[in-house]
């Protein structure tokens, strides 16, 4: 097998790379462009709402300035997770997208498309033959649950992109896959180690995080026989043993065995040689492959619509007395609204607004910021509750008052913002699939 | 006995979202030496991290000491999932403090 070479332009699609970068990996002779575009990171609202995680504009110039450099170069262009979630009316949207991009290019090209949306009764029929099985959540997955649940999409393995690479596509563009697969398919389809191919993915999906110094950038690898070679596109950055082993620390829980769908990756003998001053070699990942091929859920269900004010509080007498001020007026509002359920949720930043209840540090605070939170089951009775709350906090006499005339200093008129409707996970559990591709359909398209 | 806070040693000390569900913490060092006062010193386990996070053992969910990266990885099981109610930090990258105040003996 000659040596195949994958230029990642970014960690994440439409947060942007360098076109001194881009044009200098491209001049290595990349077989394949491929990136990632989205994540659970970000929260759970994009995979809910259905919203990109990044602007139109943003990835229309980002896969503009990626097809024209494929296309120049005849090498296929791979993008997984668009949209932020992958699900099918992202896929749709960056599609869309696409299409454009051909048509005002002049480019003539395949594009392929992969849904990775789980039908409700698929995921119902393998929770009823105990076929689904908890990852991290906690809990177990439920038919309750996904009832509730608005979208429901699995990350796809590199099969359901080897197939599209199979079928000539020129442009792929996936729904939810796992990161490292989006950057193991190309060299897969054309005979790699896939435990090389995949552990490199895991490193470079993240583009030049992995580089010193680091950036949301361009990043390479090249497969070969025995191991993978890392460098950034940049000039100005470099590969070191430091910063790729440290990359390989980032944002997982176990740093040497990982799993993915079908497969679990042994790095336990993996090794980091400096090859010059910008170039890392990497060896020595294995791969099992498990006995039954599990994919991960991710779900989201609508957990109501939220309303917030924003507001400072200077006075230390206020400061002295929030905590009791607080409990006071949160039972007054579900008092006022029974019935009706409210969430309420106060974010009282310059106490531990940022750690909640990990924080350990109590001194008083010289200025609160306070978020004020009101979830309900509709955006006018959020709003109702979240200015009962306002107003009367605005209001609110305490023992030992020296400032009866506000206790909250607004930065905004309208005092209270509706913030629209807001999704939970509701599942994130692994489930059994009869093969790689049965869930994940290819579309093909000439444009 | 001597003590400096674990900024002080470690270069990196970072936190991030493993998942909807985790927090994974990071130590890194750049000089080996660094890595082994840490690691020789007992200050950083499973239990330390627990107590300055007034989290149980239980929600310790993994902990590895990484020779080979001159690092330290501690992965804590979230009180409340990413993106759930009262929940405040959306990527879980400004949980590191209590860990990087922690105290390690200097021999």
Not at chain 1, 75 to 94: L, N, Y
Not at chain 1, 105 to 120: C, E, K, V
Not at chain 1, 286 to 315: H, W
Request: charged content about 20%.
């Amino acid at each position: 097998m000659p040596p195949i070479t994958v230029l990642t332009p970014t960690g994440t699609l439409g947060y942007g790379f360098g076109e001194e970068a881009l044009a200098r990996g491209m001049s290595l002779n990349p077989a394949v462009i491929a990136v990632d575009a989205g994540s659970t990171d970000p929260g759970p609202h994009y995979l809910g709402s259905g919203k990109p995680l990044v602007s139109d504009v943003s990835i229309k110039r980002e896969l503009t300035a990626l097809i024209r450099a494929g296309r120049a170069a005849g090498i296929p262009v791979i993008v997984g997770s668009v949209g932020g979630a992958g699900s099918g009316v992202q896929v749709d949207r960056t599609a869309a997208l696409v299409r454009e991009i051909a048509s005002e290019n002049g480019l003539q090209l395949r594009l392929a498309t992969i849904r990775s949306d789980i039908p409700i009764e698929r995921a119902k029929q393998a929770v009823a033959a105990n076929e689904v099985l908890d990852f991290e959540a906690g809990y177990p997955l439920t038919e309750g649950a996904l009832d509730e649940t608005v979208a429901l999409v699995a990350q796809m393995g590199h099969e359901p992109i080897c197939e599209a690479l199979g079928a000539g596509a020129d442009v792929i563009i996936a729904g939810r896959a796992c990161d490292d697969s989006v950057i193991a398919a190309y060299p897969i389809w054309k005979g790699a180690d896939p435990a090389l191919a995949i552990h490199m993915g895991k490193i470079l999906e993240c583009g030049a995080f992995s580089a010193e110094p680091f950036a949301m950038d361009v990043m390479l690898g090249t497969v070969d026989e025995d191991g993978f070679v890392l460098e950034p596109g940049s000039i100005r950055r470099r590969a070191s043993v430091k910063s790729v082993s440290a990359h390989s620390l980032y944002e997982r829980e176990n740093p040497f065995r990982q799993g993915g769908p079908g497969h679990e990756i042994d790095l336990t003998g993996c090794s980091f040689e400096q090859l010059g001053d910008r170039q890392v070699r990497v060896t020595g990942a294995r791969l099992t492959e498990t006995e039954d091929y599990y994919v991960k859920l991710e779900g989201a269900r609508l957990a109501g619509y939220r309303s917030i004010a924003i507001a400072g509080i200077r006075c230390p007498t206020t400061i002295a007395a929030l905590d009791g001020i607080l409990d006071q007026l949160e039972e007054r509002a579900r008092d006022y609204f029974a019935p009706d359920p409210i969430s309420v949720q106060f974010h009282v930043y310059g106490r531990d607004g940022v750690m909640k209840e990990l924080e350990r540090e109590h001194s008083p605070a010289r200025e609160i910021g306070l978020v004020i939170e009101v979830t309900a089951a509709s955006q006018e009775l959020a709003h109702a509750a979240c200015h009962q709350i306002s107003g009367a906090m605005l209001h609110h006499h305490y023992e030992g008052i020296i400032n009866p005339s506000g206790n909250l200093a607004f930065p905004y008129s309208p005092s209270d913002l509706d913030v629209g409707p807001v999704y939970e996970f509701s599942a994130y559990h692994l489930m059994k699939v009869a093969s790689p591709t049965e869930l994940f359909p290819v579309t093909l398209e000439d444009l | 006995m001597a003590a400096r806070p674990l900024r002080e040693i470690a270069d990196i000390v970072r936190s991030k979202n493993a998942g909807p569900y985790r927090i994974t913490f990071d130590i890194l060092c750049r000089e080996k030496a660094n890595y082994e006062t840490i690691r020789n010193s007992g200050a950083i386990t499973p239990e330390t991290v627990a107590r300055a996070y007034g989290l149980a053992p239980s929600d310790i969910s993994s902990f590895f000491e990484i020779d080979m990266a001159n690092a330290i990885k501690i992965t804590i099981r979230r009180p409340r999932a990413q993106g759930s109610a009262g929940e405040g930090d959306m990527y879980g990258c400004q949980q590191h403090v209590p860990l990087m105040n922690m105290l390690v003996p200097l021999r």
